[in-house]
């Protein structure tokens, strides 16, 4: 009797579907999590760094040319251990990416690479007349 509830074949194929569910909506929630920090952590990078350079003085140095000399060292800055935190976490968060594509790739085989960049073509209409 096949397709009936108390069949072990279909009770597989029912809960690989769900899981099958539950990883894509986890999946999406990961995706939508890391492409958000992606911007958070881009913009972190670029505020810290010009906090930093506020901080030490370097707008007067590189844009009036005023001859001072440059810190000895940046990491007494605050912002500077911000932005280093920041910049391997971004560094990280890239290796990530890197892996997600390879598995994507290589282990779903779902063609996730190839999708990426390409305009979909489906909501493109063309008149003829």
Not at 74 to 95: D, E, K, M, N, S
Not at 111 to 127: F, K, L, M, W
């Amino acid at each position: 009797m096949t397709g009936s509830p108390f069949n072990p074949e279909s009770v597989t194929l029912t809960s690989a579907r769900i899981s099958n569910l539950l990883g894509n909506a986890i999946q999406g929630h990961v995706s939508a999590i890391t492409h958000y920090s992606f911007y958070a952590l881009t913009f972190g990078l670029a505020g810290t760094g010009l906090a930093t350079a506020f901080l030490a003085g370097l707008f007067p140095i590189v844009y009036r040319h005023s001859g001072a000399s440059l810190p000895h060292s940046f990491l007494v800055y605050p912002t500077r251990i911000a932005h280093g935190v920041i910049g391997w976490t971004l560094a990280g968060l890239i290796g990530l990416h890197i892996v997600a594509l390879l598995y994507h790739q290589f282990v779903k085989k779902d063609r996730g690479a190839r999708n990426r960049g390409q305009v979909n073509c489906s909501t493109e209409r063309t008149i003829s007349r």
